[in-house]
């Protein structure tokens, strides 16, 4: 049973540029959560998806977009990067976004590195 | 604002002895509390939870304790291996406007077990 999947595990941008980060939910799940986790911070929530729609979003500009697809894997784009953006970006998946205990399975992230 | 702090950034403690890591809330409407723990090169991995209703919540090695009242949990781990070494998040899980629950992290305490 593979869990969640990221992919590439490593990238290197400049200012200006746009990324596209993937991710595969773990198998059963049909919630994908991403999230940002700067050095020596917590994972910060930027948006969730589930039924290929945009369900809630934390607090990132429209730099930040994403997209779900009928089987339910996702990816997020980031446009116009900057340095600010460098980070490790974490994708998570659950089997429901209502459910209250909420646990989420996270796929080992992507490192991004804008220079 | 941080809604979950864990203001111990680190923590150093002999094998075989108690590992006390704590964490305190402001919002009184989180549902759930969640421990993860991350190696590095890794994503965050579930140890354990307690409902909001609960006041204490045991998995092995792993107790947790919450305290509604001073907004405080904490995570137990006895006895402490050299394998519990790792990077420990708290989490809360509160529901959106949109019905949908989402995860607010603290920072993190780095947890050393020395052997």
């Known amino acids: 049973d593979a869990g969640v999947t990221q992919s590439p595990t490593h990238l290197i941008k400049t200012r200006g540029q746009q990324v596209t980060l993937r991710c595969s939910p773990k198998s059963g799940h049909d919630t994908v959560s991403w999230y940002q986790q700067a050095l020596g911070q917590g994972p910060q929530f930027i948006f969730q998806y589930y039924e290929e729609e945009e369900r809630q979003r934390g607090n990132f500009p429209d730099r930040f977009s994403g997209h779900q697809f009928p089987n339910y894997s996702s990816e997020l784009n980031v446009n116009a990067l900057l340095l600010g953006d460098s980070a490790l970006y974490l994708c998570?998946?659950?089997?429901?976004?209502?459910?209250?205990?909420?646990?989420?399975?996270f796929g080992p992230g992507t490192r991004l590195t804008v220079l | 604002d941080q809604q979950v702090k864990q203001n111990s950034p680190s923590l150093s403690v002999q094998e075989g002895r108690i590992s006390i890591l704590n964490c305190d809330y402001t919002?009184?409407?989180?549902?759930?509390f969640l421990w993860y723990k991350k190696y590095p090169a890794e994503g965050p991995t579930f140890l354990i939870s307690i409902s909001s209703i609960k006041d204490k919540n045991e998995d092995g090695r792993f107790t947790v304790f919450l305290n509604k009242s001073a907004k405080h949990l904490s995570l137990h781990i006895v006895p402490s291996q050299p394998g519990d070494s790792a990077v420990y998040f708290c989490?809360?899980?509160?529901?959106?406007?949109?019905?949908?629950?989402?995860?607010?992290f603290g920072k993190g305490t780095k947890l050393s077990v020395i052997p």
């Open positions: 989490a809360a899980s509160g529901r959106s406007g949109a019905g949908s629950y989402q995860l607010t």
């Open positions: 919002n009184s409407m989180f549902d759930y």
């Open positions: 998570a998946s659950s089997p429901s976004p209502t459910e209250a205990r909420n646990e989420q399975f």
